[in-house]
């Protein structure tokens, strides 16, 4: 070591360019904006904010797209099979990536739509020929309601039934 030498003790100069370093790399990671990974979904809700990825008819699935870019959209649904369901509805995003692309009116599943895996697709043409992003989702039959209309006929007629028999026995010598 030499005489008159500090250790551990920055200079004025390295100090201010390492600090002149330091506040470029801070100023250019806050400059860059965050990227979004770009996906289709299926959703319980209009407003395209509870992912839902399977669902039991009737009712409406709505389909969207996340982290889209600002633009026009068009969102498809199909059948089992790939079979288009209903023509792509268009969507607009705003704000930049991480733009959401909600079909808030969505597709309505009934109790004759087809059972099994369905696709949502978000499209650049109204056509869905240029499929961006795509997604499944299951449709599956509601459970078979009880027949209770049966019960609630053949209550009276048992009921008459088995009055009209104790009558008869009742008259009976």
Same mark, same amino acid.
């Given at each position: 070591?030499? %005489?008159?030498?500090?250790?551990? *003790?920055?200079?004025?100069?390295?100090?201010?360019?390492?600090?002149?370093?330091?506040?470029?790399?801070?100023?250019?990671?806050?400059?860059?904006?965050?990227?979004?990974?770009?996906?289709?979904?299926?959703?319980?809700?209009?407003?395209?904010?509870?992912?839902? !990825?399977?669902? @039991?008819?009737?009712?409406?699935? #709505?389909?969207?797209?996340?982290?889209?870019?600002?633009?026009?959209?068009?969102?498809? #649904?199909?059948?089992?099979?790939?079979?288009?369901?209903?023509? %792509? *509805?268009? @969507?607009? @995003?705003?704000?930049?990536? !991480?733009?959401?692309?909600?079909?808030?009116?969505? #597709?309505?599943?009934?109790?004759?739509?087809?059972?099994?895996?369905?696709?949502?697709?978000?499209?650049?043409?109204?056509?869905?020929?240029?499929?961006?992003?795509?997604?499944?989702?299951?449709?599956?039959?509601?459970? %078979?309601?009880?027949?209770?209309? *049966?019960? @609630?006929?053949?209550?009276?007629?048992?009921?008459?039934?088995? #009055?009209?028999?104790?009558?008869?026995?009742?008259?009976?010598?």
């Amino acid at each position: 070591m030499t %005489p008159g030498a500090r250790t551990g *003790v920055l200079s004025s100069r390295k100090f201010t360019i390492l600090l002149l370093v330091l506040s470029a790399i801070a100023i250019a990671t806050a400059i860059v904006p965050p990227t979004f990974a770009a996906a289709a979904g299926s959703f319980s809700d209009s407003a395209c904010s509870i992912t839902q !990825g399977s669902f @039991v008819e009737p009712t409406t699935v #709505y389909g969207g797209g996340t982290g889209l870019s600002t633009g026009f959209y068009y969102i498809g #649904y199909y059948y089992p099979g790939g079979t288009q369901a209903q023509a %792509p *509805v268009k @969507v607009h @995003v705003t704000g930049g990536g !991480g733009g959401l692309g909600c079909d808030s009116t969505g #597709y309505t599943l009934t109790n004759s739509s087809p059972t099994g895996t369905w696709s949502v697709d978000v499209c650049s043409d109204s056509s869905c020929a240029t499929i961006l992003y795509t997604a499944t989702f299951s449709v599956s039959a509601a459970a %078979p309601e009880f027949p209770v209309g *049966v019960f @609630v006929l053949l209550f009276p007629i048992v009921s008459i039934f088995i #009055y009209a028999k104790r009558r008869a026995i009742v008259r009976t010598p």
